[in-house]
């Protein structure tokens, strides 16, 4: 087991810099150096800060100190150290295309309105081997409209989250979206990358226009969810887009029905069932919805028994194939999984909040009205998909009283969605 990083929470600010600044010689692992420059983002201090920026000076080529002075760029754009732009800035020149990525992505956080800095990343789209999406995103983020020409090849680029980003970065500066279309396809695109960043361009851009797609596409909910809340909440707060008109596509993405997206794989012939139990384990939720779609089509009665026992043996402590395992539970309206759906409903670790949500829905599945209570109960907490997953839960149950729980919250699509149950 790899406990390299298990005292990371335990450094101090002093422990940090110290190691730091000691030689890598005499360190006892020589990644201690990066944890350190990792763990100083705790410390918003002028001490930490300037260890830091000693940290990028210090040129020493050895690997584990280069990978140490990437992070310490990192850190030095999370804490918004405006007083380390000029050593940033001198990173934009580094032979380490992962310190000029990390130079990039910093300014980009802590903000310059530096003519000279702003140029310095528009020339690096013509040195090769760059992070060119990065790159065209922070040009777009401070709108610099100097280096459109620059940007326009890129739209044709054969690297499609690469193209994305420059389609849609010169719809921005010129405020011309009639090629957003282009954009809203590589929601449909076998590449799971393009698929995911496209959803982030589509942000960008306040493409709402794009909502309807955005609702079909193959990727994991928490990719849907979140383009559509910034888009829906956006398009509602600009007048272009009502609640009312919104509201069918959050309750498809909350339900996350695979027959209600639009599949980019296919098989060429009928699956065996362990090829598709391995499915719901991908990191590709196109495969995994795929899978799922054929288990409920052509294995409803024998896969119930099954999907228990996997989720016994291992699906339990993967969060992906036990979100999918549950929601599967819950449309075969299997009864004797009743104990492992409301474990779900209740289990607060991080990694598993998309299966509360799941959960939630599932019991509603199952008709079952003895946990009410527990719905109301997942209403009280703060997570917008558990909450609103409750809420369609409590009124498939029959009962709308969960609603005026949340009638007045505090975030505008879900107190719509409540007062429009009520």
């Known amino acids: 087991m790899d406990n390299r990083f298990a005292n990371m929470f335990n450094l101090t600010e002093d422990h940090a810099i110290a190691l730091l600044k000691k030689p890598l010689e005499e360190l006892k692992d020589k990644s201690e150096r ?10 918003p201090t002028e001490r930490s800060i300037n260890a830091l920026i000693e940290t990028i000076e210090d040129t020493n080529p050895d690997m584990f100190h280069r ?44 903000g310059t309105e530096d003519d000279e800095v702003l140029s ?5 789209l013509d040195r090769p081997g760059q992070s060119y999406r990065l790159i065209i995103q922070t040009l777009a983020k401070f709108q610099y409209q100097p280096a459109l020409e620059t940007i326009k090849p890129f739209r ?4 499609e989250t690469i193209a994305s980003s420059a389609i849609t970065t010169v719809a921005r500066l010129t405020q011309d979206y009639s090629e957003m279309n282009k954009v809203v396809a590589f929601l449909q695109h076998t590449n799971v990358n393009a698929r995911r960043l496209s959803i982030q361009d589509l942000i960008d851009a306040n493409y709402y226009q794009a909502i309807p797609a955005l609702t079909k596409a193959p990727v994991s909910v928490a990719f849907r969810l979140r383009g559509l809340r910034l888009l829906a909440q956006s398009a509602i707060a600009s007048g272009n887009m009502t ?12 339900r996350d ?44 009665t024998t896969a119930p028994e099954a999907l228990i026992a996997n989720y016994h043996q291992e699906g339990r402590s993967d969060y992906g194939a036990h979100y999918h395992i549950v929601k599967i ?52 907490t703060s997570i917008f998909d558990l909450k609103y997953a409750a809420l369609l839960a409590l009124e498939k149950l029959g009962d709308n009283t969960g609603a005026s729980l949340i009638a007045e919250d505090p975030d505008l699509l879900l107190r719509s969605k409540a007062q429009s149950i009520l």
């Not at 990066?34 to 410390?43: C, K, T």
């Not at 310490?72 to 990525?101: F, H, M, W």
């Not at 044709?156 to 690297?159: A, G, Q, T």
């Open 34 to 43: 990066y944890v350190a420059a990792s763990h100083l983002i705790n410390f």
């Open 67 to 110: 990978i140490a002075r990437r992070k310490a760029v990192e850190s030095l754009g999370r804490l918004n150290a405006k007083e380390a732009l000029p050593i940033i800035q001198k990173c934009l020149e580094d032979e380490d295309n992962y310190t000029v990525e990390n130079a990039v992505w910093a300014i980009g956080q802590i």
């Open 120 to 124: 310095a990343i528009a020339n690096l």
């Open 156 to 159: 044709d680029s054969e690297d």
């Open 243 to 254: 609640f009312a008109e919104v509201e069918p596509y959050l309750d498809t993405v909350i």
């Open 257 to 300: 029905r695979p027959q209600d997206l639009e599949m980019v794989h296919e098989y060429d012939q009928n699956p065996a069932w362990e090829f598709l139990l391995r499915e719901l384990y991908q990191t590709d939720f196109g495969r995994c919805y795929l899978g799922t779609y054929t288990i409920l089509q052509e294995h409803s």
């Open 329 to 380: 539970l819950g449309w075969l309206k299997y009864q004797p999984g009743k104990e492992v759906i409301i474990e779900a409903l209740q289990n607060t670790q991080p990694q598993f909040q998309k299966s509360r949500a799941a959960a939630a829905l599932a019991l509603g599945e199952l008709g079952a009205i003895d946990t009410i209570p527990l719905l109301k109960e997942a209403l009280t």
